[in-house]
């Protein structure tokens, strides 16, 4: 009884030969905990700095001039008007070519493909690609969507006149003058729909595979057809998590800047593809929108990388000014994708 109370006093240990180990693996867990507090708050005190020595270089030149000026030669005339237009094509074309696919092979995958070998596969290289650099993507897009393989004649701009092109010694088709595309905005949209397609696919199987299987059972169990369970019932109550995942695929896709350097993009552009550089020329012109895709283009990034690796220092200010307005872009893209995150799954009834 003595001895029972003895071990109960505070202060004393929990048993004898324990008391040294709990003590140490609690002073390890306390280092650890300060450790990553460090690591954290040293992280956030760099991006901190970083991002206020941006915003203090385009003080004074960061404006709506700067907004709707095109590139140029002279740092105080220079603007971005030209790399918004070409982001804007290459985002819109992107996310027109990657989400219908993107979400098809997602659905196909979860709810719809049998659980063998080859489908194991394919799920695994689609989580391996998203991990694959985007330089790589580049060169991929390059070959295939730039030159098309070389299977073509060199597009020199003869008009309508179509090629006749013979596959296999005797097989002849057929083709537009426009293959090869070349260095378009069309080639660096579908070089963009490669890097991003892997991981709308993966978001979307994560958002499909966290819809509780119990939804499906009862659609099923009332007389549902396996794709209006799915269209119905899987679809709505994982449009969050897709949403999510969409958004913040089509926020890396404006920011990318190897993949575009590589088919060709220009790092100095004076013009908008298809001389459109306001938003009523798509309505009273949109005769010129075909003609923007077919042209060449340039993107915010590559502006702004342009603009920092030229020796004239007052191009510093105009470099901020691109990157800050491209950050701007972004946080409101990753703020609609939280919005709507939160917004649908207020709605949710599991």
């Not at 549902?224 to 269209?231: L, N």
């Amino acid at each position: 009884m003595n001895s029972t109370a003895e071990l109960a006093r505070p202060g004393r240990g929990f048993v004898t030969g324990s008391d040294a180990y709990m003590r140490r693996r609690i002073l390890w867990s306390g280092a650890f905990r300060w450790l990553c507090l460090g690591l954290t708050y040293s992280a956030i005190g760099i991006l901190g700095i970083l991002l206020g020595s941006i915003f203090w270089n385009c003080l004074g030149r960061l404006s709506v001039d700067f907004l709707r000026s095109t590139n140029s030669s002279d740092p105080v005339r220079a603007g971005m008007l030209a790399g918004i237009w070409g982001s804007f094509w290459l985002t819109l074309l992107t996310g027109a070519f990657s989400i219908p696919i993107g979400l098809a092979t997602a659905v196909y995958l979860e709810e719809h493909a049998a659980n063998n070998r080859l489908n194991r596969i394919i799920k695994v290289n689609l989580a391996n690609l998203a991990g694959v650099p985007s330089i790589v993507y580049g060169m991929l897009g390059l070959t295939v969507f730039v030159h098309m393989f070389d299977l073509f004649e060199p597009n020199t701009g003869a008009g309508d006149v179509d090629q006749i092109v013979t596959i296999l010694g005797f097989l002849k088709i057929r083709v537009p003058d426009i293959l090869p595309l070349g260095d378009v905005v069309l080639a660096g949209a579908l070089t963009m729909t490669l890097v991003v397609l892997p991981t709308i696919v993966i978001a979307s199987q994560e958002a499909l595979r966290a819809v509780p299987e119990s939804i499906r059972i009862a659609s099923l169990a009332l007389g549902a057809t396996r794709w209006q369970t799915v269209w119905r019932q899987v679809l709505p109550a994982a449009l969050p998590g897709i949403a999510t995942g969409v958004i913040l695929s089509m926020s890396r896709a404006i920011g990318e800047t190897a993949p575009l350097i590589m088919v060709g993009a220009l790092t100095r552009a004076s013009f908008c593809p298809g001389q459109i550089d306001s938003p009523a020329k798509l309505v009273t012109q949109p005769g010129r929108i075909p003609a923007a895709l077919f042209d060449q283009y340039t993107a915010m990034p590559i502006e702004s990388v342009s603009w920092a690796r030229q020796p004239d220092d007052r191009f510093s200010a105009v470099a901020a000014s691109g990157i800050v307005t491209l950050l701007l872009i972004l946080l409101t893209i990753n703020g609609l994708a939280m919005y709507i995150r939160q917004r649908s799954g207020r709605h949710l009834r599991w």
